[in-house]
C-alpha cells in the first residue's frame, strides 16, 4: 500500500484546524498509519528541506516552519502520493482550487497550511525523517 507524508504547518496547528485536515485525509479514503505533534529545531528544518536550500525563500521557509509545532502525518491508501497533493491544492493558496486545504486553510505561499511529499521516492526518505518503522502501523 502507497504512504506518504502530511505536514500540517505552524500557521494552520495555531488555526487549531489540525483535526479539520486529518478528516479531509479520512474523508477521501486515506489512512492515518502514524501521526505526531513536534517542534521542529532549526537543524530539524534545515535539513528536512535541503532540497531548496539554494533557493531564495529558504531561510523564510525554515523560519517560518520553527515558529511552532507541526503535525506530521504518514498517509497510507491506493495512489497516497497523488491523492495527497489533490487535496492540498496549489502550493499558492491563491491559485489552489475551491475546495482544497490550501484554499480553505492557508494564507500566504510561506504560511500555506500543509506539505505533501511530491514524489513516491520523496514520500520514503521524508517518512524516514520522522518516524521509527514501529510507530508506523
Ligand atoms: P512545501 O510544499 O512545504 O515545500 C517548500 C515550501 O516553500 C512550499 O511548500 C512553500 O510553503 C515555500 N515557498 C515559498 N516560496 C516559494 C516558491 N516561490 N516556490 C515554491 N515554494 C515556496
Redesign the pocket.
Known sequence: MEQTLS?I?PDAVAKNVVGKILSRFEDAGLRIAATKKIQLSQADAEAF?AI?AE???FK??VE??ISGPVVVTVLEGDSAMSKNRDL?GA??PAEAEAGTIRADFAES????A???S?SVENAVNEISFFFAQREIN
Open positions: 505536514i504547518k528541506y531548496h533557493r531564495p525563500f523564510d521557509l517560518f516552519m492540498m502550493t499558492n505561499i510561506d504560511a500555506n500543509v506539505h505533501g511530491d
